[in-house]
């Protein structure tokens, strides 16, 4: 069985830092991208960005609204992929989800999720 | 970036009526449209991939169809657990941004 575990959030203030982590389990996560989503409270989903397996040189790619802010690593040997989030603004206020795909020549959907965890920036 | 419009932003409809929902990108995606339905204070749940496949475990009443810039899903007769938010999303392989539509809800009329 598939398990998606998100933990690291809380609240922040604007201009700070936050690293969420994504514990996985029941998948060959080593040869899984890696993606996360965001939620604002009553809005829609936000692709927030992704990170490819080791065959794949662990490329990244990021969402415009968090580039040159965000930062996705990976540990395959913890089966944990992580969201470094800095220079915090009100706007990334959002409940924050992993969710893996395959990372061959096809195109992924995303079919499992996680919990998710909050994120609160405020003063 | 792909964007991904949804209509109508609410469908208000009676218990066991049909229901359609819209999508369109912005540019072809060719068949790499997926659905997704959530319910308040859950993940999102994937109802259909590759534009028509159902996912595992998802009743018939769920169809989808289309293909390039314009997609559909229909559900044929609303149950009671099928109000909801429906999210379209494309997830072709490039660019890599997998964007999604803003989402319909699907309330009870």
């Known amino acids: 069985e598939v398990q998606l575990v998100e933990s690291g959030g809380g609240l922040v203030q604007p201009g700070g830092s936050l690293k969420l982590s994504c514990a996985a389990s029941?998948?060959?996560?080593?040869?899984?991208?890696m993606h996360w989503v965001r939620q604002a409270s009553g809005k829609g989903l936000e692709w927030v960005g992704r990170i490819r397996s080791k065959a794949n040189s662990y490329a990244t790619a990021y969402a415009a609204s968090v580039k040159g802010r965000f930062t996705i690593s990976r540990d395959d040997s913890k089966n944990t992929a992580y969201l470094q989030m800095n220079s915090l603004k009100t706007e990334d206020t959002a409940v924050y989800y992993c969710?893996?795909?395959?990372?061959?020549?096809?195109?992924?959907?995303?079919?499992?999720w996680g919990q998710g965890t909050l994120v609160t920036v405020s003063s | 970036e792909i964007v991904m419009t949804q209509s109508p932003a609410t469908l208000s409809v009676s218990p066991g009526e049909r229901a359609t929902l819209s999508c369109r990108a912005s540019?072809?995606?060719?068949?790499?449209l997926a659905w997704y339905q959530q319910k308040p204070g859950q993940a999102p749940r994937l109802l259909i991939y590759?534009?028509?496949t159902r996912a595992t475990g998802i009743p018939a009443r769920f169809s989808g169809s289309g293909s390039g810039t314009e997609f559909t899903l229909t559900i044929s007769s609303l149950q009671s657990e099928d109000f909801a938010v429906y999210y379209c999303q494309q997830y072709n392989n490039w660019p890599p941004e997998k964007t999604f539509g803003q989402g319909t809800k699907v309330e009870i009329k």
């Open positions: 969710t893996p795909t395959g990372d061959g020549y096809n195109s992924y959907y995303f079919d499992y």
């Open positions: 590759g534009a028509s």
């Open positions: 540019q072809s995606v060719s068949s790499n």
């Open positions: 029941g998948f060959t996560f080593s040869g899984s991208a």
